[in-house]
C-alpha cells in the first residue's frame, strides 16, 4: 500500500514542479540522498533493498573514493524538498536524508547503462484533471491508497553487480566474515583448486587457488576474487542444491529450527520424539526432527532403539559420546545419517534419509542441515500426534528392521554355541543370536538339517542343553520349546507331542518321528523327554511335491548331534539316566534358559 501511496504522491509531485517550471524557466536537478555504503557489496545490497520499496532509486560513485550512494531522483529543487519532507515524515527513509547536487557524484552506477547525471529531470506528463495546490494532491493519493485493496506493481529489476578494481576488491574482502571466507575456501576446494586447511585465512595458497579459479573461469588472474566472482564461485558451488527448495523451517513445538529441504520434503505428521517430513516427488528422501526430554539413559536408549529401525541400515559408522551419538546406516538403496545430543534435559536432533548413489548432493545439503541447527525452546509433548493405527513393527511410526527369517536354537555349551536348523547355513548377510549377538556358522550338516554357531563376543547362557543318552520310547511323551512366531512373544513357547519312531519315514537312522503340531518358527528348538534331557533337534518341514499331515514332524536325534558337534572340538553336556520327570514349571524354566531365537538378515 505505502508504495501505491508513494508513487502517486511522486507523480503529482513531479507534476506540479513541472508545471512551475513552466512559469519560472528551467531548475537545476537535484537528488534526495539517503544512504551511504563503504563498497560495491554493500551498495548492490542497499539498492535491492531500496528499491523494492521506493520508486526513483539510483546508485551513484561518490568521488573515486570506494563509497558509494543511494539517492532518488532527480527532481527540480520544489519537488525535491516536498519528497524528502513526506518520505521523512512517514519514515520511509532516514531522517538524515538529504538534497544534493549533481555534481557532487562522480558517475552512475545503477540502473545498468543509465546517465541521468547528464541528463534533464525526468519529467512526467501533467494531469489536466489533477489538483490545483499539493495539499489537494496528497489528500487525492490518500483517499486512493485506502479504496485500493490489491496493490499491483510492475516487478523491480535486481540491480546487477558491477566488477570491481583489484583494490575495491580487496577492500570488499576485508568486509567478510570468518564464515564467508571459510565457505569461500570450501568452494575452491570443491572446485578442485584448493588442498590447504580451511582455516579463513587467505594466504599463499589461497591465493594461488583464486588464481587458478580465475584462470579457469576466464577471468582476470589477480588472485583477488571480486565480488561478483566471489558470488560466482558460490553459485557454482551451490548448483547442485538447486531444486531443492532449501528453507528455513522454524518448529515450535519441537524446538527446532533449521534448513530443511522442502523441495523434496513436507511436513507430515508428529509421532514423538519426531517430526516426520516425507517424500514429496520422485526423490525418496526423508527428514526426522528428534526432540524429547530426558536423561543420558534416553538418549542412550534412543540410540539403541534408532538402530534396530529400517532407516538405519547395520552397515555405517556409528559412535556414542557422553552426551551426544551419530548414527550412519547405508545399504544399496540409501543412506541414512542421525545425529543427537543431550542438553539441560533436553534431546534434540535430526536424521536425513538420502537415496543411494548422490553422494555429492547428499553431503553438501547434510552440511547446510548441521549448520543451520538450531535449539530453540520446548520439546514435543510426548502425546502429540498419536496414531490410532498402533502395530508393533512400528516405533513413533517408523517401521522396525525385520529379519528375512527367525528360526530357534538350543544352547550346547557355556561359550554360547548354538544348535540350530541347516537353513542359516547360506543366504544370510548376518545372523544373530539373542538380544542381536552376531553369530558365525562353524559347521553344518545339509544331510542332517543342522548347523552349529559361535557368537562372536561374549555369550553367558543361563544353562545349556543336556543330550539324552540312548533311544527314547516309542509313545512317550516330549516337549517342544521354541520361538513359534518369531521372538513377538519374546519367550519361547511350549508344544507338547509323544514320539511316534525312531527313525525316519524311510527308516533314516539319527532321525525321530514325531507327532506333534509345530510352527515354522520352532524349527531349530530343543525336543525334550519328561526329564528334560535334549533327545533332538526339531527339523524344518520340508518342501516339495509331498505334504504330511501337520501333527507330523522331525527331529535330528542326540545322537547324531552329538557326533556333528564332536567333528566341531565340542564335548557336549549329556543328561544322568536317573534324572525323574520335571514339574511343569520346573520344564518351563529349563526351556526358557536353553532356548534362543536365531534370526537371519540381509
Not at 572446485?191 to 582455516?199: F, L, N, P, T
Not at 509433548?381 to 528360526?407: C, H, M, T, V, W
Not at 511350549?494 to 519312531?501: A, E, N, Q
Request: proline share 5%; aromatic share 6%.
Amino acid at each position: 500500500m505505502i508504495r501505491i501511496f508513494l508513487a502517486t504522491v511522486f507523480v503529482i509531485c513531479a507534476s506540479l514542479g513541472v508545471a512551475q517550471a513552466q512559469q519560472t524557466g528551467t531548475q537545476q536537478q537535484v537528488w534526495v540522498q539517503i544512504e551511504a555504503q563503504p563498497n560495491l557489496a554493500a551498495i548492490n545490497e542497499a539498492l535491492r533493498r531500496r528499491s523494492a520499496t521506493l520508486n526513483d532509486v539510483n546508485g551513484f560513485d561518490l568521488d573515486g573514493s570506494g563509497w558509494y550512494v543511494v539517492a532518488l531522483g532527480p527532481y527540480d529543487q520544489d519537488v525535491a524538498d516536498e519528497v524528502l519532507f513526506t518520505l521523512r515524515r512517514d519514515g520511509s527513509i532516514p531522517r538524515d536524508s538529504y538534497i544534493t547536487q549533481s555534481a557532487e557524484y562522480a558517475r552512475q552506477i545503477w540502473p545498468v547503462g543509465a546517465d541521468l547525471l547528464t541528463r534533464g529531470t525526468a519529467r512526467i506528463p501533467t494531469d489536466p484533471s489533477g489538483p490545483g495546490d499539493l495539499a489537494a494532491a496528497l489528500e487525492q493519493a490518500q483517499t486512493a491508497q485506502s479504496e485500493t485493496t490489491q496493490p499491483q506493481s510492475a516487478p523491480v529489476p535486481e540491480p546487477e553487480f558491477i566488477d570491481e578494481s583489484p583494490r575495491e576488491a580487496r577492500a570488499s574482502e576485508a568486509l567478510l566474515s570468518r564464515d564467508e571466507r571459510a565457505s569461500l575456501q570450501v568452494a575452491l576446494e570443491w572446485a578442485g583448486h584448493y588442498q590447504g586447511r580451511i582455516d579463513a585465512a587467505f594466504g599463499a595458497g589461497t591465493r594461488r587457488s583464486m588464481v587458478n579459479w580465475q584462470a579457469a573461469n576466464g577471468y582476470e588472474a589477480t588472485g583477488i576474487l571480486t565480488t561478483l566472482q566471489r558470488r560466482e564461485l558460490l553459485k557454482q558451488y551451490n548448483a547442485v542444491l538447486d531444486g531443492l527448495d532449501l528453507q528455513r523451517v522454524a518448529d515450535p513445538k519441537a524446538g527446532i529450527e533449521m534448513q530443511i529441504p522442502l523441495g523434496v520434503v513436507k511436513f507430515a505428521r508428529y509421532e514423538p520424539p519426531f517430526a516426520h517430513f516425507d517424500a514429496t516427488g520422485d526423490i525418496p528422501a526423508r527428514v526426522l526432527m528428534i526432540s524429547q526430554e530426558g536423561t543420558q539413559d534416553t538418549l542412550y536408549g534412543l540410540y539403541d532403539i534408532m538402530q534396530t529401525l529400517e532407516i538405519v541400515p547395520q552397515s555405517g559408522p556409528r559412535e556414542r559420546g557422553k552426551d551426544s551419538f551419530t548414527l550412519i546406516g547405508e545399504n544399496a538403496s540409501f543412506v541414512s545419517h542421525t545425529e543427537a545430543r543431550i542438553d539441560g534435559g533436553e534431546i534434540k536432533g535430526f536424521t536425513l534419509i538420502w537415496p543411494a548413489g548422490d553422494e555429492e548432493r547428499r553431503t553438501r545439503l547434510l552440511r547446510v542441515m548441521q549448520d543451520s541447527f538450531t535449539r530453540t525452546s520446548g520439546v514435543l509433548d510426548p502425546g502429540a500426534g498419536y496414531n490410532d493405527a498402533q502395530s508393533i513393527d512400528l516405533i513413533s511410526g517408523l517401521e522396525i528392521r525385520k529379519p528375512k527369517f527367525s528360526r530357534s536354537g538350543f544352547y550346547v555349551d557355556g561359550g554360547g554355541t548354538v544348535v540350530t536348523t541347516s537353513e542359516f547355513s547360506s543366504g544370510c548377510g548376518r545372523i544373530t543370536i539373542e538380544d542381536g549377538q552376531d553369530a558365525d556358522v562353524a559347521a553344518t550338516d545339509d544331510a542332517l538339517g543342522v548347523s552349529v554357531l559361535r557368537p562372536r563376543g561374549a555369550v553367558a547362557p543361563i544353562s545349556v542343553a543336556a543330550l539324552s543318552q540312548g533311544a527314547p520310547r516309542i509313545q512317550s511323551e516330549v516337549t517342544l520349546a521354541g520361538y513359534s512366531y518369531g521372538g513377538v512373544l519374546g519367550a519361547p513357547s511350549l508344544t507338547f507331542g509323544t514320539v511316534s519312531d525312531i527313525r525316519g519315514l524311510n527308516g533314516e537312522k539319527g532321525i525321530k518321528r514325531l507327532t506333534l503340531a509345530a510352527l515354522e518358527g520352532d524349527a531349530g528348538g530343543p525336543v525334550m523327554d519328561a526329564g528334560g534331557a535334549v533327545l533332538g533337534m526339531l527339523l524344518s518341514r520340508a518342501g516339495g511335491a509331498r505334504t504330511l499331515p501337520e501333527d507330523v514332524a522331525f527331529a535330528a536325534g542326540s545322537d547324531a548331534l552329538a557326533r556333528l558337534l564332536a567333528d566341531t572340538g565340542m564335548a557336549p553336556g549329556t543328561a544322568s539316566t536317573s534324572a525323574g520327570p520335571l514339574a511343569p514349571a520346573q520344564m518351563s524354566e529349563r526351556a526358557a534358559g536353553i532356548t534362543v531365537l536365531v534370526s537371519c538378515w540381509e
